[in-house]
């Protein structure tokens, strides 16, 4: 099979989503790879680099879509990307359909079979090419939230950990996955207070037991999110609802209750964020101030530190990269069920059912799921 990879075109995104090293494990199985000339510099990865791999080199990013039968990217195609799109050609790529239409709508008229990342789940209910990403996205929310607490700007002028004689800042952490719990390691290395919030019962006990009572846990209820939100100086926000808009969990009032130079780091931007507050900013222009809170709500966090994460996001996707290029994209499917969970579009038909009822269109069956 010809798989492929190009430069993103997302605002800011630096990660590509082959490195020279999965390049050379997919030549070493047979299969010729595409890239766009430059696609890996943002990551550290020069066009040399793909070559020695065994790579193609071409100067466009149209030259790839037209000759692979396989398109390996990180974020979903944007606008400029539509008139590549054609049948014939998979995209493997976080999709989050559910706050694009467009996209959605010209996968489908295109007939491109399309499979998301985020939608891969083992049988265990975890998510293999979600994991990776979350953890940065989680690490980088406590260290961005810290970061914008202080001035000069909007922030209230806090160090988060406090020193001798002064408490330390309070932060609260909405969801307790892998988002929720790499920021609230992150923030105990601060030494902020930290408080994680969610209604998994157990997920709780579990961190209480894992961070020897260091970290307070509260089942999350509007009640309960109202009563930690005031007067908090930083909020992370990490809710997943994999194929689904994410919940609003924080109102306007529990946001303005935070206070004057406070700061909320919405996680959950890229399924249309967690709070009433929230809209999506880019790595341009990260942050805007709304009921006196810093808010920052990047939909693509990791692509702040592409090398760490085009690295770890690769070694997750390449066993699955080269299971479809082996197998062909039916036959990788009829055998894995994790896969066959992640196909979106096919055959110009829409199989996601929450996407289609969320959308008003009409869903057609996945013929590969169990």
Known sequence: MRVGTVRERKDGEKRVGLTPEG??????????????????????????AYRAAGASVVAEAGEVWAECDLVVKVKEPVASEYPF???????FAFLNLPMDRPLTEQLMAAGVTSLAYE???????????????????????AEIGAQLLKQPGPGRGKLLGGVAGVPPGRAIVIGSGIVGTAAARRLMGLDA???????????????H?????????????????????AGADLAILGILVPGAPAPKVMTRAMVRSMGAGAVLVDVSI??????????????SNPTYVDEGVVHYCV?????????????????????????????????????DAALAQALSTYKGGL????????????ASPNPFAV
């Open 299 to 335: 939909s693509n966090m990791p692509g702040a530190v592409p090398q760490t994460s085009t690295r770890a996001l690769t070694s997750a996707t390449l066993p699955y990269i080269l299971a479809l290029a082996g197998r062909g994209i039916e036959g990788t499917l009829s055998a």
């Open 351 to 362: 199989v996601r059912g929450p996407i289609a009822a969320l959308f008003g269109i009409p």
């Open 193 to 207: 207070r930290v408080t994680v919030m969610s209604r998994d019962l157990a997920r709780l006990a579990a961190l």
């Open 270 to 283: 890229d399924q249309g964020g967690a709070s009433e507050t929230s809209r999506p900013t880019t790595h």
């Open 23 to 48: 390049v050379g494990a997919l030549v070493a199985a047979g299969h010729p790879v595409f890239v766009e000339a430059g696609c890996g510099l943002g990551s550290g990865s020069d066009n040399d």
């Open 119 to 141: 939608l891969v789940r083992k049988a265990d209910g975890s998510r293999p090419l979600l994991a990776p990403m979350s953890q940065v996205a989680g690490r980088m929310a």
């Open 85 to 91: 799109l054609r049948e014939g050609c998979a995209v």
């Open 209 to 229: 037991e894992y961070f020897g009572g260091r970290l307070a846990t509260r089942v999350a209820s509007p009640v309960a999110i109202t009563e930690e939100a």
